[in-house]
């Protein structure tokens, strides 16, 4: 059974892509879940703009990536305060998601999971901290700084 694809499904297709199913994989799972419809003139006008939206909305995501990039290079540095002894020595170590609050409370929504450590950061000092974002990735100067 022909069916035209409204979702990337792996292993099956792409969006807007017309494939060829089992009509029990179509009518019991791809059709009733909406992840695909009869080939029609109008199905194809529907994933078109679909297809147009997603480009519309990447680029829109792309240049909002580039613009953090930008504001996050012109930034000299970011600083955290840690609980640490007379010595420099932090009583636990700062973490990704530390880092990512003090980027959030700068303006900066930035997942943990972009922030890339290279060392465990477990005393007071200044850091070089790498952040991705979209397919690129800079870095910041973090100032570690006992409370």
Same mark, same amino acid.
């Given at each position: 059974?022909?069916?035209?694809?409204?979702?990337?499904?792996?292993?099956?297709?792409?969006?807007?892509?017309?494939?060829?199913?089992?009509?029990?994989?179509?009518?019991?799972?791809?059709?009733?879940?909406?992840?695909?419809?009869?080939?029609?003139?109008?199905?194809?006008?529907?994933?078109?703009?679909? #297809? %147009? @939206? !997603?480009?519309?909305?990447?680029?829109? $995501?792309?240049?909002?990536?580039?613009?953090?990039?930008?504001? +996050?290079?012109?930034?000299?540095?970011?600083?955290?305060?840690?609980?640490?002894?007379?010595?420099?020595?932090?009583?636990?170590?700062?973490?990704?998601?530390?880092?990512?609050?003090?980027?959030?409370?700068?303006?900066?929504?930035?997942? #943990? %999971? @972009? !922030?890339?450590?290279?060392?465990?950061? $477990?005393?007071?000092?200044?850091?070089?901290?790498?952040?991705? +974002?979209?397919?690129?990735?800079?870095?910041?100067?973090?100032?570690?700084?006992?409370?």
């Amino acid at each position: 059974m022909e069916l035209l694809l409204k979702k990337t499904i792996e292993k099956v297709g792409e969006l807007g892509e017309i494939v060829d199913v089992s009509p029990g994989y179509a009518r019991n799972y791809l059709i009733p879940k909406g992840y695909a419809e009869p080939i029609s003139p109008a199905g194809l006008r529907r994933v078109e703009q679909l #297809k %147009k @939206n !997603i480009a519309e909305e990447q680029a829109f $995501k792309t240049r909002q990536e580039k613009e953090m990039l930008r504001n +996050i290079q012109s930034r000299e540095s970011f600083t955290i305060m840690a609980e640490a002894d007379e010595n420099g020595k932090l009583y636990g170590s700062v973490t990704e998601s530390m880092i990512a609050d003090v980027l959030k409370n700068d303006g900066f929504d930035i997942d #943990k %999971k @972009n !922030i890339i450590i290279d060392e465990p950061i $477990k005393n007071c000092d200044i850091f070089s901290i790498s952040v991705k +974002i979209g397919e690129e990735q800079t870095q910041f100067k973090l100032w570690v700084v006992a409370k």
